[in-house]
């Protein structure tokens, strides 16, 4: 193991010094999190157990104590979506294992209530070991996700905040 967990936190604490937490900022997480992945160990067996929004346990790897941001391990269902929905702040993905399609949005009526809103697709890809998504901070911060195959997908991810859900959404041209 060449990088860790410990590594990791600390040069997030460094690039998030710079709290505009632009989407320059959040797109140099992620070469970090990518070498977290590709050098850090299984990261399936660090950190602490912790129950996923998907239902299938992941790895809670740290939770800043000031709440700024969360680093975690994540399994998603095969061929079963995530509804698609919002955080609370941005996020950065990197893929462990399976294969992920992800999609992320953006609310073109730049409402924050999500009933009746509208939203864009702004990136939509597969995420294999060592590829790297992200969402941004509000109206950037909608997205899906879910294994294709016949295994669960398995990222990497930092949240920023708490990294808890907002809003879920139910739009007819989504
Ligand atoms: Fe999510």
Known sequence: MSYSVRQLVSEIES????????????????????????????????????????GLEGRLLYDDPRGKFKVVVSRFVPNVPTPIHSHVSWGVICGISGKERYTSWTLTDNQRNHENSNIKIIS???????????????????????????????????????????????????
């Open 124 to 174: 939509a890809h597969h995420i294999e070991r060592g590829d790297i998504g992200y969402w941004y901070k509000s109206p950037n911060n909608i997205h899906r996700q879910w294994a294709e195959g016949h295994e669960p997908s398995c990222v990497a991810i930092i949240m920023g905040e708490d990294g808890s859900r907002v809003n879920i959404f139910d739009t007819p041209n989504a």
């Open 15 to 54: 690039a998030l010094l710079n709290k505009t937490h632009s989407v320059q900022i959040i797109w140099s997480l992620g070469p970090l999190l990518q070498r977290l992945v590709l050098e850090g160990g299984d990261l399936t067996i660090q950190g602490d157990p912790r129950n996923g929004s998907s």
